[in-house]
C-alpha cells in the first residue's frame, strides 16, 4: 500500500460526530468572534444572525448583530450571551470556563456546554446544531461557512496579528484541533463496526487510540480502525488483493448510500484544507 493512500485513509477516518465536538464548534465560532471584533465595525462578519432568512435562495434582507446585555459597560458579546444568540440554549449563563491566565478555556468550556444540553430538561436532551445563518453572515452551507470564518481569522492576522494580541490566534487554532480530534474519536466507533462487517471474514480489523485518548466530556474511548497495520498483518499472512478490498470498502461507506458519512467526509476535508491554509498563514 503506498503512503498516499495512508494518508487518504487518515482523512477519511476523521468525519462529523456529534455532542462534545458540537460544543468545541461553539468555542471556535467564539474564538472566530473575538477576533473580528479588532475590525472596524462596517467589516465585521461574525456573530450575525439574519432576521427572515431565505434559506431556498440563500438570501437575507437584515443581519442582526449579537448584542451585550444592558449596562453590561461591553459592546461586544461573552460566550454566554453567544450561545443564546445562537438559539436553543437551555440556560442563559453559565456557559463558559476559564484558564488559570482568566481566558476561555477551549476543552473545559466545551465539556461545561455538553454537561447543560445534555442534562437539560425535556426529552432526548443533547448538543443541537446551530445552522450556519445564525451565526456568520452570508453563511448557508456549512463548508461554506468554515471556509468564511476561517479566511476573517486569517485576513485579519495579516492586519491585526501583532503581538499583543496573539493568544486570540493561538485559542482558535487550538481548538481548531480539538475539533478535529473530537470528530475522528466519535466516529471511530462506527468505523470500526462498519469495517469488521464488511472485511473481518478476510482480515483482522486493527486499532488504534486517538489523540488524547478519551472524549473529555464522556471518558469514552478514543479508537479509529489502524489501516496500515490491518494491511500490514492482513499481506503478512498472505491475504490477496488488500489494498483493493479495503479501497473498496472505503468507496462504499463514503461514497455509496452511506449520505451522512458521505457529506461528513466532505466537512472534514474542509476542515483539513482550513487547518492547513491556517497553518501557512501564521
Not at 470498502?249 to 461528513?264: I, M, S
Amino acid at each position: 500500500m503506498k503512503v498516499t493512500l495512508f494518508l487518504v485513509l487518515a482523512h477519511l477516518s476523521a468525519v462529523l460526530a456529534g455532542g462534545y465536538q458540537g460544543c468545541l464548534e461553539r468555542v471556535l465560532l467564539f474564538n472566530a468572534y473575538e477576533i473580528d471584533g479588532l475590525n472596524d465595525e462596517a467589516d465585521q462578519t461574525i456573530g450575525f444572525k439574519c432576521a427572515k432568512p431565505d434559506t431556498k435562495n440563500k438570501s437575507c434582507s437584515k443581519w442582526n448583530a449579537c448584542t451585550p446585555k444592558r449596562n453590561s459597560g461591553r459592546t461586544r458579546c461573552n460566550f454566554d450571551e453567544l450561545m443564546v444568540f445562537l438559539g436553543k440554549a437551555p440556560t442563559q449563563t453559565g456557559w463558559s470556563v476559564d484558564d488559570s491566565d482568566g481566558k476561555l478555556d477551549p476543552e473545559g468550556t466545551a465539556k461545561q456546554c455538553y454537561k447543560i444540553f445534555t442534562t437539560a430538561p425535556g426529552k432526548n436532551p443533547k448538543v443541537v446544531n446551530f445552522p450556519p445563518h445564525v451565526a456568520a453572515k452570508d453563511a448557508w452551507e456549512y463548508n461554506d461557512y468554515i471556509k468564511r470564518i476561517t479566511n476573517t481569522v486569517n485576513n485579519t492576522y495579516k492586519n491585526k496579528g501583532n503581538i499583543g494580541n496573539r493568544g486570540l490566534w493561538t485559542s482558535f487554532d487550538t481548538t481548531m484541533a480539538k475539533v478535529s480530534e473530537a470528530r475522528a474519536g466519535d466516529h471511530g466507533p462506527h468505523l470500526i463496526q462498519a469495517a469488521n462487517d464488511a472485511l473481518s471474514s478476510k482480515m483482522d480489523i486493527q486499532t488504534q487510540d486517538l489523540g488524547s485518548g478519551k472524549n473529555p466530556a464522556t471518558g469514552e474511548v478514543w479508537k479509529t480502525v489502524d489501516w496500515k497495520e490491518t494491511a500490514k498483518q492482513a499481506k503478512a499472512k498472505g491475504v490477496p488483493d488488500v489494498d483493493k478490498e479495503i479501497q473498496g470498502f472505503l468507496k462504499d461507506f463514503y461514497g455509496g448510500t452511506n449520505k451522512q458519512a458521505r457529506d461528513h467526509r466532505v466537512v472534514i476535508q474542509s476542515y483539513k484544507r482550513a487547518t492547513d491554509k491556517s497553518l501557512s498563514c501564521r
